[in-house]
Structure formats: structure tokens, C-alpha cells
């Protein structure tokens, strides 16, 4: 059975938590007690009827708001798949709880409510899904109850989704006319659409192609921590742990070692009950070599003939999640894999508008959700390969030295 | 490329030993919270996993109430010994000795809510400055928000509000003196998860996971098992009945469900049909419906 991690995103009131409610409710992931908790409250605060919505808000402070104000996330599964849902808000101020929830994710599902249609929120989702280089789009066209289940009105919104995906870099995007108050369309097909063909949501989420989202053919290994048993046994045993970032490694394999450039075969593959023959990602694993090499935390084993770049100088896409401003000319600390820099923010290129598209060259004021291009000096070489290449060995944090938080998110070009 | 796929209890597991190999890598002094329960039992698999053929680099620290069940106790012992690990145990007892903590009194008495003094009193003693716990998101309504790396100031305090944002697997765990961290490496399994992977894993667990016989009472819409902490009151009748636990907690509040699976497949069997979740068979977070996020501001796992 696969996993598939997606995230949702929709303004207030397009009727996401009620469409998530519905998968866990439908895939039969709600257990009688839960159910009972949500009757109780929901009679408490007088609803009537029990609330779905309810189910995915969290936090009591955004249950006493009404609103959902974080990232949080679920878990359902069916015979086919297991899912994890990353459920982030829509409010304008919570940017970064979207690109956070969505920097995981294999699929974002987008909902427009049938009445409104395309609204400035759906531009700056879809633009962060795209940014995110989230491999499949799902755009729900929800409420269609409210529209008459009409197809023109469904059309409509394809036609103007069409024209806004032409100036992003979307790669798969399929729309589905549903709603999530009645399930037309969600888990059962709808009886009320028979124009419409297409697979149903659920349908969809089982389905979609995901062994082709990794990459499998550079080389990566980030060494996390390095193992030294202190037993007589293993005395001469040095383990290099880490996680495939991507692509295959296999014993005999030619690698070389960064920043050293020194190289080496791989003599075993290691875990805890077997060695294996190869590895790839997203594995877990120790690789050992046959060279006596110093290596460290922050090293990369790579595939002799394919390396990634490096550099001290990057260009990269920039989301800001700090509370203050980005500093021109600033000093942060530079997540890359399992390395760190210090660095600085030489240069905003420009900001984007993430409702337009518009690149402002003028502005340097970067706050908290804005995005931006900016080249950043490290204080050593990184090695990395551009995120649309490489969503691991292509994304970098920036944490505050001061308070420590992480500052932003970055996406190497 | 079907053979490049991994299965999803794999990409789990490889996600949490990574989790685990980070905050060795991370922190000075990390530790790994061990309730004897099946999901600190698969994160500490998981642990010697990580680090093998080397020992797992960070003691096992487990709080004990004085109200476990003996069957915890005794698995406890014998799983730290399987797995190599030094086992650090704080007692709630000492914690009430020492005036530290006042007991609760009356029938429904749980040292449950002590537990967090006691806890955040080894975690002191100690300088952990990241515990490992086996929450998942899955389990309830405010775990669903909490990070992998979470932050706590220096009075063990979770602010929901003021979370690091965390994106791609980049955790952050840096921190100031006096700060730290609890750390949750199976975030992102589900109950079925974990028993699948028991199965997958051939992992030993606690006797009470499987049906038994035992002499209970009826409490509060729960089951408990009578037991010196749990004496019978004048109406009820202590009988004997065939079941199992869900979860291994406190035997104040922990209720035992009617059952006789004995084995895995029958255990797994049973949730698969089952309509009620595991934590719904302790009374603790019955309280009150928002019971969790108060703890958790406060400093419990
Ligand atoms: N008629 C209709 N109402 C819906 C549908 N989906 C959601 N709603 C209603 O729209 C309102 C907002 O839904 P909610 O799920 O809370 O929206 P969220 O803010 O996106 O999470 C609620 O009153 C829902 O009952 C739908 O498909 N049809």
C-alpha cells in the first residue's frame, strides 16, 4: 500500500473542512466516539445538526473563533492507500502555514466555491502550489448544489482556471464539479452530474501516478550522523547514517565524498537486520565504505559521475515567515539537508505578487508572507541541485540567530 | 520503476529513524520517553534500528506512577534489556514524598495529572534537553497540530499559537539555555499503522494488549480493573470478565475492553472493526474535551 500526503487549500467558507469531514466520514476514519464528542458540542453550542467542519478544527482558541488558524494534519486510509492530509488555512496572513503544509505534499487539492468562482485566494494558491512544485493539482469545484449542478457554470470555472495555470508551472491539474455538503462526487459518484466523466475525488486520491514524484536517478546522500559502536567487534566500523535524498545506491558504487571530493567504493549497506544489495529514497539506511575517510555530519555522498552543484552564491525563490522583517543585508543561519552556514541576503531581486504575478524589482520590504527572489552569499560551499530537480537537496531554512525561529523558507533555482 | 516504491509502513519507518537520527544529532542530551504503551515500544525499535550495530546513544526514561499495571513493569525490564538501551526511571512517588506534588483524593484519585511535575522534574535533574514521545497526530484533536520538533520554554510550556513553521524534513531544534524540545518520530502514524508494523516487525508487547481474565468494576462508562489502587465502592460489584487493553496506562483510569483476541491478527482484526479510539478507553482525557491541549500546555508529553 502507497502513501500519499496531500494538502488542501480554499478560502474561509469554500467548505474545505466540511469536504474533509467527508472523506474521514465516508472512508468510515471517524470512530463512534469522536462522533459522540462532536454531537454533544455541536448541541451544546446549538447547531442542530452535527457539523463535519467541526471534526478538523483543532485548537479550542480557533474552535471559540470559528476559524481554523494552523496546520494540522489528518490521516484516513482505504483498501488502495493510506493519506495524510495536510490541512492548512486561507486566511491572507497564514502564507507560510500553506507553503509549510504544502512542502511535503504529492498532491494539492484547491477549492473554489461554484457561486464565486476564481477569487484573488485561488491565484495565491495555486501560485504556492506551483512555487512548492507540488506534482498533481486537484481544483474542486465545490457547492455545486448552490449553482443548480450547471454545467456551464462548471465550464466557466475550468476556462478561467485554464487561462491562470497557462502563467504558472503546473504540471497536472484535474478539476471535479462536487459538493461536500451532500458527497456528490466525493467518495460516490454524483447522480445529479451526469455530464460530468471524469473520476470522482476519492477516486482520484487512489489513482493518481505517484512512483514518478521522486527522483531517481541523482545520487544523494546526506550523512545525518555517523556510527562508531564502541565494541571490540566492531572496532574498525564506521556507519555513515542518513536518508536518500535521491536516487539509487547500490554496493560496489563509485562515490565521491563533499566538500572533500575524496572517493571511495560502497562496501555495504547496512540495517538493522540486513545488509542490503542498493538503496534509494526515501530510505533510511548506513552506507559503509571501503576508504578511511573522514566524514562528518553535513557531508554529502554523491554518485562519482554525477554531482550536484555548488556554491556559496544561490538564487533562490524565498518565502518569509518571520515576525520582523527581512533584514537587507542580514545575517541568518542556513539549513541545507543536514549542513549548516552561517549567510547573508545580498541582494531582493524582486517581489512577487502572489495575487497577480506582478514582480515588483522596486521593493526591498520583505514581512512575514511575502515571497521573493533573492540571492543569498553562505558562509561555505553548498551542494545542491535546483528544487524543481530536487524538492530535498533544492530546499533550504533560514533561522534567526538570535530567536532562533525559522525565519524562511527557500527554494533553490 | 514499481520496484523503487516503498511500501507505506516503510516510508513511515524511514521517516521516523530519521527523526530519531536527527535529534541524536541535534541535541546534547536527548531522551526517549517509555510508557511500556505499543507506540514508545515501536519508537524505541526503531531506535536501536537508527544506530545499529552501534547501541542506541540516549537513555530510556519512563515516569512511573506506582499505579502500572506489573505486567507494564515486567515488559518494561525485559525490553530494555532486549534492546540494549539504560533505562531512567522517575518516580511519581518521590514526587509526593518530597511535597512536590499533592495526591489526589476520592475513588476517582489518578496520579495522571502528577505525572507532568515528576516528568518535568527528571527531565531537570537530568538536562534532557529533547524527549522523544510516541504521540501521534492521529490520536486527538490538538496532537494533530503539534510539529515533530516541538519547543518548549524553559517552563516546559507548549505555546500552539507560536509553533516553528516545518517544512520538507529541515527541523529546526535550535534552542536557548534552559529550552527544550519534545520530539514525536511516529507524527505521522496511525493506530493500524503501529500494529501493522508490530506484526510486520515481529515485536513483543505487553500481556494486557491481549485477552485475559480479570476481576473489574464499572466506573464512570469504563471498565477498571480492581487492583489496590482501585477498590470497589459499596455499589460495585466486582465480577470477572474476558478482556484485553488498547492502550497501557494507569490502572486508575485506564478501562478494559470486552475482548478475546489473543493473538496480532485477532487484536488487529478487532480494531478494524471496532468503532471507538484507543483513547477513548482512558478516563483522563474524558474530563474535559479540550483535557489534551491543557496538559500539553503544561508540559506533559
Ligand atoms: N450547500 C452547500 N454548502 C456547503 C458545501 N460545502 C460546505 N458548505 C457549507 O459552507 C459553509 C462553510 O463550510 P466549511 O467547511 O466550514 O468551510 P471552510 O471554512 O472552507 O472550512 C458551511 O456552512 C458548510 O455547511 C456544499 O457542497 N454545498
Known amino acids: 500500500m502507497e502513501l500519499l500526503r496531500f494538502s488542501t487549500a480554499g478560502s474561509v467558507d469554500d467548505g474545505k473542512s466540511t469536504l474533509i469531514g467527508r472523506l474521514l466520514y465516508d472512508s468510515k476514519s471517524i470512530f463512534q466516539d469522536q462522533l459522540d464528542a462532536l454531537e454533544a458540542y455541536s448541541n451544546q453550542k446549538g447547531y442542530g445538526v452535527v457539523d463535519l467542519a467541526l471534526l478538523t478544527d483543532g485548537l479550542r482558541a480557533e474552535r471559540e473563533q470559528g476559524i481554523t488558524i494552523d496546520v494540522a494534519y489528518r490521516y484516513f486510509a482505504t483498501p488502495k492507500r493510506k493519506f495524510i492530509i495536510a490541512d492548512t488555512p486561507g486566511h491572507i496572513q497564514y502564507t507560510r502555514n500553506m507553503v509549510t503544509g504544502s512542502s511535503n505534499s504529492n498532491l494539492s487539492l484547491i477549492l473554489i466555491d461554484a457561486r464565486n468562482g476564481i477569487v484573488e485566494q485561488t491565484n495565491r494558491h495555486s501560485f504556492i502550489a506551483s512555487l512548492l512544485n507540488i506534482a498533481h493539482l486537484v481544483v474542486c469545484v465545490n457547492k455545486m448544489d448552490l449553482v443548480g449542478y450547471d454545467e456551464n457554470k462548471f465550464n466557466e470555472i475550468v476556462d478561467g482556471y485554464k487561462v491562470l495555470a497557462s502563467k504558472l508551472d503546473i504540471k497536472d491539474v484535474t478539476f471535479i464539479p462536487i459538493s461536500a455538503l451532500n458527497g456528490d462526487n466525493v467518495v460516490d459518484r454524483s447522480t445529479n452530474m451526469s455530464w460530468y466523466n471524469g473520476p470522482t475525488l476519492m477516486y482520484l486520491l487512489e489513482h493518481v501516478h505517484l512512483s514518478s514524484d521522486i527522483n531517481h536517478i541523482d545520487g544523494r546522500f546526506p550523512v545525518q550522523y555517523v556510527i562508531r559502536p564502541k565494541e571490540d567487534r566492531y572496532h574498525d566500523y564506521r556507519g555513515y547514517a542518513g536518508r536518500v535524498a535521491s536516487g539509487i545506491f547500490r554496493v560496489g558504487d563509485k562515490v565521491m565524498v563533499l566538500p572533500s571530493g575524496f572517493t571511495s567504493t560502497i562496501k555495504s549497506i547496512d540495517s538493522y537486520d540486513k545488509t542490503m544489495e542498493e538503496c534509494f529514497a526515501p530510505q533510511s539506511v548506513t552506507i559503509v565504505l571501503n576508504d578511511d575517510i573522514d566524514i562528518s555530519r553535513g557531508d554529502m555522498i554523491v554518485r562519482e559521475n554525477n554531482v550536484p552543484q555548488s556554491s556559496q552564491d544561490l538564487e533562490m525563490m524565498m518565502c518569509w515567515f518571520g515576525d520582523t522583517p527581512m533584514q537587507p543585508n542580514g545575517r541568518y543561519i542556513l539549513r541545507h539537508t543536514t549542513k549548516e552556514s552561517k549567510c547573508v541576503i545580498k541582494d531582493i531581486r524582486y517581489r512577487i505578487d502572489v495575487n497577480t504575478y506582478h514582480r515588483n524589482e522596486e521593493e526591498k520590504q520583505i514581512k512575514m508572507n511575502d515571497i521573493c527572489r533573492v540571492h543569498v552569499r553562505t558562509q561555505v560551499p553548498i551542494f545542491f541541485d535546483s528544487y524543481r530537480k530536487n524538492r530535498i537537496t533544492g530546499s533550504v531554512i533560514l533561522i534567526d540567530e538570535a530567536t532562533n525561529n525559522t525565519v524562511a523558507a527557500g527554494m533553490i533555482m | ?301
Open chain 2, 1 to 301: 520503476m514499481q520496484l523503487y516504491n516503498l511500501d507505506h509502513l516503510r516510508d513511515l519507518e524511514a521517516e521516523s529513524i530519521y527523526i530519531i537520527r536527527e535529534t541524536a544529532a541535534q541535541f546534547e542530551r536527548p531522551a526517549l520517553l517509555f510508557s511500556g504503551g505499543k507506540d514508545s515500544i515501536v519508537m524505541s525499535h526503531m531506535a536501536r534500528k537508527a544506530f545499529y550495530p552501534a547501541k542506541i546513544p540516549f537513555p530510556c526514561v519512563h515516569i512511573d506512577t506506582g499505579h502500572n499495571f506489573p505486567e507494564t513493569i515486567e515488559y518494561r525490564d525485559m525490553w530494555m534489556k532486549e534492546i540494549g538501551a539504560n533505562l531512567i526511571v522517575g518516580h511519581v512517588q518521590d514526587s509526593i514524598d518530597t511535597g512536590r506534588v499533592k495526591e489526589e483524593k476520592g475513588p476517582n484519585a489518578s496520579r495522571n495529572a502528577l505525572q507532568t511535575v515528576t516528568l518535568l522534574d527528571t527531565i531537570a535533574a537530568n538536562k534532557f534537553d529533547a524527549c522523544m514521545g510516541g504521540a501521534r497526530r492521529d490520536e486527538e484533536k490538538a496532537r494533530a497540530k503539534e510539529r515533530i520538533f516541538s519547543h518548549r520554554d524553559e517552563f516546559g510550556q507548549w505555546d500552539p499559537k507560536n509553533q516553528r513553521p516545518e517544512l520538507w524534513m529541515l527541523l529546526n531544534g535550535k534552542k536557548s539555555v534552559g529550552e527544550n524540545f519534545r520530539v514525536f518520530p511516529i507524527s505521522n502514524w496511525t493506530e493500524m499503522d503501529v500494529w501493522m508494523y508490530i506484526v510486520a516487525e515481529n515485536i513483543p508487547i505487553p500481556s494486557i494488549y491481549f485477552s485475559h481474565q480479570r476481576e473489574v468494576i464499572d466506573r464512570d462508562g469504563m471498565m477498571l480493573a480492581t487492583s489496590d489502587f482501585i477498590i470497589p465502592g459499596p455499589n460495585e460489584m466486582p465480577r470477572k470478565e474476558i478482556v484485553r487493553y488498547r492502550t497501557v496506562g494507569d490502572m486508575t483510569c485506564t478501562g478494559a475492553v470486552f475482548s478475546t483476541a489473543s493473538t496480532l491478527q485477532e487484536v488487529i482484526d478487532e480494531i478494524s472493526a471496532s468503532r471507538t479510539t484507543e483513547r477513548g478507553t482512558r478516563s483522563d482525557d474524558k474530563r474535559s474535551e479540550a483535557a489534551m491541549e491543557d496538559r500539553k500546555k503544561a508540559g506533559y508529553f
